[in-house]
């Protein structure tokens, strides 16, 4: 089967929607089948990439945009030939919505969500476009895919609110591979940081993330040698984050490193006490599950999807999303409790081993494959 996957960006540029394109297409092409990514020639910090290429055997195409006005409202336009199936990721994005309107009556087409489509807009102007957008455009674009694919359960009421047919609609998370099992080497990272003991966010620096949070809160750590190491690629925020470490009076506890590779992620989570997601948005929040392939407990803010996904005080807390005194109250207990933090860390490991790894998630997706394209050839089978 000939699967072409369309998403806004993609390897090398990081983030949740690419890991997860990257891990499945690498999964479908084990399984024998011809995988073409359609992408942006533009990268995240605005580099040029080639027209053409190959990751591990998935074929690239990447496309200059004709619109380039905002994550969401970037415009490419993939010309796609001798797919069975398209798959669309990523809601509300501009190329996404002309895709489905460009295939439609030729080719099968699916779409995964990936971003919290349920949870509120975070202010009057977000309200506004998505009040515009999504029964103009959205909805429409939705209502024209054979199958659709929510990372949680208020997506999936999302959309049957929305009169989606039920039977197109899937909920089946991200996953991990088993590279992010293989255990860090957390003392490597303690060295290379020069810290004992350190708390970690690890993902783009993006204002939807409330990074701003966590920098309030670890301010309310009494111990002031535990350090908030912030990893991850810049996608905007980064300069108010760095001028609010300056006015906070935290510029000797708090270390930004930017992107780091696979090797040196699993070395952070494996040292850190905790990692903390403080997002505003998050359908899923793949980086819990990385953590948790480490062993290691996560604070994260109550919105989305999180909830279905952690048991607080059982392998983790929630928060209230923008409540800093009780973001500040989990990570002065996750310090003070080691042992016990540790439990939980585990309790999440046998987890995401047990129903979060590709293995176990990826067959879904192709079986959704083969039912828009029945007599297709599905694997090497």
């Given at each position: 089967m000939e699967i072409h996957h369309v998403t806004p960006h993609f390897?090398?540029?990081?983030?949740?929607?690419?890991?997860?394109?990257?891990?499945?297409?690498?999964?479908?092409?084990?399984?024998?089948?011809v995988v073409v990514v359609h992408t942006s020639r533009r990268s995240y910090r605005g580099e040029r990439l080639p027209e053409a290429g190959e990751v591990g055997g998935i074929r690239?195409?990447?496309?200059t945009p004709v619109v380039r006005l905002g994550y969401y409202t970037t415009l490419f336009r993939p010309q796609i030939d001798?797919?069975?199936?398209?798959?669309?990721?990523?809601?509300?994005?501009?190329?996404?919505?002309?895709?489905?309107?460009?295939?439609?009556?030729?080719?099968?087409?699916?779409?995964?969500?990936?971003?919290?489509?349920?949870?509120?807009?975070?202010?009057?102007?977000?309200?506004?476009?998505?009040g515009v957008y999504d029964p103009i455009i959205g909805v429409k674009t939705l209502r024209l895919m054979e199958s659709l694919v929510a990372a949680s359960e208020p997506d999936r009421r999302w959309l049957v609110a929305r009169d989606l047919p039920q039977d197109r609609i899937h909920v089946i998370p991200s996953g991990l591979d088993d590279a992010a099992f293989?255990?860090?080497?957390?003392?490597?990272?303690?060295?290379?940081?020069?810290?004992?003991?350190?708390?970690?966010?690890?993902?783009?620096?993006?204002?939807?993330?409330?990074?701003?949070?966590?920098?309030?809160?670890?301010?309310?750590?009494?111990?002031s040698s535990v350090a908030a190491i912030i990893a991850g690629p810049d996608g905007g925020a980064r300069p108010g984050l760095e001028s609010l470490v300056a006015?906070?009076?935290?510029?000797?506890?708090?270390?930004?490193?930017?992107?780091?590779?696979?090797?040196?992620?699993?070395?952070?989570?494996?040292?850190?006490?905790c990692?903390?997601?403080?997002?505003?948005?998050e359908a899923q929040g793949i980086v819990i599950l990385e953590a948790w392939a480490q062993g290691r407990p996560?604070?994260?803010?109550?919105?989305?999807?999180?909830?279905?996904?952690?048991?607080?005080?059982?392998?983790?807390?929630?928060?209230?999303?923008?409540?800093?005194?009780?973001?500040?109250?989990?990570?002065?207990?996750?310090?003070?409790?080691?042992?016990?933090?540790?439990?939980?860390?585990?309790?999440?490991?046998?987890?995401?081993?047990?129903g979060y790894r590709w293995v176990?998630?990826?067959?879904?997706?192709?079986?959704l494959y083969e039912r828009l394209a029945p007599g297709k050839k599905t694997s090497n089978d």
């Open positions: 390897n090398p540029d990081i983030g949740g929607v690419e890991a997860h394109v990257l891990r499945l297409s690498q999964f479908l092409v084990s399984q024998g089948h690239v195409r990447r496309y001798r797919a069975d199936v398209v798959h669309l990721h990523g809601y509300g994005h501009a190329s996404n919505d002309w895709t489905a309107r460009h295939v439609r009556g030729r080719t099968p087409a699916m779409l995964s969500l990936h971003h919290g489509v349920a949870q509120p807009p975070p202010n009057a102007v977000a309200r506004m476009k998505r293989e255990p860090g080497d957390g003392e490597r990272a303690r060295r290379l940081l020069g810290v004992e003991r350190y708390i970690l966010y690890l993902g783009r620096l993006h204002r939807e993330k409330s990074v701003d949070h966590l920098l309030r809160a670890a301010r309310l750590v009494r111990d006015s906070l009076g935290l510029p000797r506890r708090v270390r930004f490193l930017g992107e780091v590779d696979e090797p040196m992620k699993r070395d952070l989570l494996a040292g850190c006490e990692l903390v997601l403080p997002s505003f948005y996560v604070i994260a803010s109550r919105v989305g999807g999180i909830p279905f996904l952690v048991h607080d005080r059982q392998d983790g807390f929630l928060y209230p999303w923008g409540d800093i005194a009780a973001l500040g109250g989990r990570l002065e207990w996750i310090l003070a409790n080691p042992t016990k933090a540790g439990e939980m860390g585990r309790a999440g490991e046998r987890r995401t081993r047990e176990q998630l990826a067959p879904l997706l192709e079986q």
